[in-house]
């Protein structure tokens, strides 16, 4: 971000994009530039005042851009995903031998910021990766050109099956995908993920995968077959326990890992299957909690990095952790850090809108966050419902029937959950 004032300053805020992630070049941007937006300066509403019209406009819209960008914040949910993610991901890249190494799995519900943690770590795995092999692939074959990239990161496509997510990882490195059956693609993934130097695999939103029939195998395969791969195989979802990708799944106590037994085939999708087990961590990214003393602290913490984060005039110290506002937030939210975020950025450009310049309760019952985001699918969980929580006071419409379905999104899963927590 250039200097506010400066001539190019409305333009940059205008023209610049959010990086795909899911191609090369879009993760490569993502990595080197993320972290690098610069807020807005503090300014008082008299040094707004005295500068030009077309400066407090250009000030205005860097603003705004300060709130729609609020940093990632570190949350004790979130640290506890990142460690078990980077020491997985740095230990598995060490590894001389030839086992099996093991996944992780990281599941939670729509908006709780499983994609930017899992991102975020991945991409500080690659700088320090790149930078401790010269930024060269170290196992690059003579003669060629591959393109390096320790990260590859899939979206999973929606309503995805076996063949369009193996076609969904090789469009990441730009490879020809017409034409080829599963056992094809499935050996050309492997092909790329070596070629190009991978030790990290990540397929976001993988509860896509429909398990179609109850003696389907295919996807169960394919995790199986990714895993053979020599890179770390990380899934990140909603619901996992309940999706089906562990149903064969047995949970070792000991060792707190799933482990997924070998194949019964003799080839998985054209590669030789090995007898060796798969295990899997299973790590869940909850939402805030305001049930105990210390989670009430982590709450109100991450409220002061966001207030700290904000560019309003007449915003003051205790703006969101002081009288009733922790509780507000609370309900409105249900904990859920994006929609935290969410109710916070557009409630930010109300008060820019109105003039009001602050955020409470009379100007966050004016905000509705709507879900509807052509990017998930509510089919697979990717949009919480949290009933009377973030429609403002109003509660939103009510179903056919005069009764509103019962709030879901925070009940205990069950063992399945708990052992992997």
Known sequence: ??????????????????????????????????????????????????????????????????????????????????????RRISNNALKWNSSTHSGVMINGFGYQGKTETTCEVAAGFEDRWLALNDFLNPGAKPGTRALHSPVAYVQTPVTAKPKSTCEAILSFFGAATKGLTLPQLVQQVAASLDDHGVR?????????????????????????????????????????????????AIWDPRQRQWVMPPSKHARVHGLEATQTERRFDLVELDPFRYTTPVGIQAFHRHLVGLEQSLRLFNAGPGMLTEAGMPEYLMRRTGGVVGLLTRLIEDGAQEAIDSGRELLDEALLDEIIISLD?????????????????????????????????????FDDGGPLSAAGS
């Open 373 to 409: 985001d052509p990017g998930r699918d509510p089919d697979a969980g990717e949009i919480p419902v949290i009933d009377g929580l973030s429609n403002g006071p109003g509660t939103g419409p009510v179903p056919a029937g005069g009764k509103r379905s019962r709030n879901t999104v």
């Open 200 to 248: 990290a695999l990540i397929l976001d939103d993988i509860t896509r995968l429909r398990m179609h029939r109850a003696d389907d195998q295919d996807v169960l395969d394919l995790i199986r077959a990714f895993m053979s791969m020599n890179v770390t195989l990380v899934l990140v979802g909603v619901d996992i326990p309940g999706s089906g990708l562990l149903r064969e």
């Open 1 to 86: 971000m250039t200097d506010p004032n400066s001539p190019g300053a409305l333009a940059e805020l205008l023209t610049r994009k959010p990086p795909r992630r899911d191609t090369f070049e879009g993760w490569q941007h993502y990595r080197t530039t993320r972290g690098t937006f610069v807020p807005a300066p503090e300014l008082t509403i008299d040094q707004w005042r005295a500068m030009s019209p077309r400066r407090r406009a250009v000030h205005d819209l860097h603003r705004t851009a300060t709130h729609v960008n609020l940093p990632l914040q570190e949350t004790p949910m979130s640290l506890k995903v990142s460690r078990l993610l980077n």
